[in-house]
């Protein structure tokens, strides 16, 4: 296979990662112009179908394991900043049923919350104890003093 080709393919691999955001065949896409690259430069490995194969994989997975731990922070967000708001306090804004969502102000953002076995009144601060998807999982600061003391 000539340069082109690869070329091609790794193009249409990147692209692909948008339609499944999984940061793996973005990768692979990588090892595909990096084969090309390596065809244009060295012109003996058009001859050798099977070592282009070799070198593919082998770029492909050697980036993926190297690369995809720090792309990840870039592309798909840190971990760390999600689970950062565990612990903070926020004033509720409009009513928590316990049986249904309220909202709630952290950081200057109103957030969909829920509460943890309880109703909670607007003005009341609470403090989140876990974040579900774009949901807030909040308890009283009240009933959070009320556990320690019980402990």
């Known amino acids: 296979m000539n340069a082109a080709i690869w070329a091609v393919a790794g193009l249409v691999m990147i692209l692909l990662e948008f339609v499944a955001p999984d940061l793996v065949v973005i ?10 690259l390596f065809v244009a430069l060295v012109p003996r490995l058009q001859e050798s179908i099977p070592l282009q194969l070799v070198l593919w994989a ?29 612990g903070e306090q926020a004033e509720v804004i409009e ?3 316990a049986d249904n969502t309220g909202r709630v102000r952290l950081r200057g953002t109103s957030w969909q919350a829920r ?11 609470v403090q989140v104890v876990a974040r579900e998807n774009l949901t807030l999982l909040v308890t009283a600061v009240s009933e959070i003093e009320k556990r320690r003391e019980e402990e």
Do not use: C, H, Q
Not at 58 to 85: I, M, N, Q
Not at 115 to 125: F, Q, R, W
């Open 27 to 36: 990768f692979f896409g990588f090892g595909a112009l990096l084969n090309a």
């Open 95 to 97: 009513e928590i049923r």
């Open 115 to 125: 509460a943890i076995g309880e109703d909670i009144t607007p003005g009341t601060i």
């Open 58 to 86: 082998a770029t492909s997975v050697l980036s993926l394991a190297l690369l995809r731990k720090y792309a990840a922070g870039w592309f798909l967000g840190k971990d760390a900043e999600v689970e950062s708001y565990a």
